[in-house]
């Protein structure tokens, strides 16, 4: 069974730092696309930054020079350095992958169980 696990959320005062990691693990044959999304209380659920297998990157306008997703392929792992944080930046951020499971044609979306981030002012 596939399955992702977030870690590295917390609480960060204004101007600080955070680095969430996610590791997919289970019986994988391939990752794809990985993706880092936020959520904030009473909003929908929104694209922060996304990496391709090759490493290509975009990024939510918001964050742009501030995060930096970053992932292992060796490890399956997907990372997101957050710098600068603001409050703006408080939400429950999740971890998303495309992944090929073990004798699966074709890739199936996963993603993680949620780490809360809080910036406070």
Known sequence: QVQL???????VQAGGS????????GSI?????????QQAPG?????????TS???TNYADSVK??????????KNTVSLQMNSLEPEDT??????????PTRVVGRIKYWGQGTQVTVSS
Do not use: H, P
Request: net charge positive; with cysteine; hydrophobic share 40%.
């Open 5 to 11: 696990v977030e870690s590295g959320g917390g609480l």
């Open 18 to 25: 955070l680095r969430l990691s996610c590791a997919a693990s």
């Open 29 to 37: 044959s391939s990752i794809g696309t990985m993706a880092w999304y």
């Open 43 to 51: 909003k929908q659920r929104e694209l922060v930054a996304v990496i």
């Open 54 to 56: 090759g490493g290509a």
């Open 65 to 74: 020079g501030r995060f930096t997703i970053s992932r292992n392929n060796a």
């Open 91 to 100: 939400a429950v951020y999740y971890c998303n992958a495309d992944i090929t």
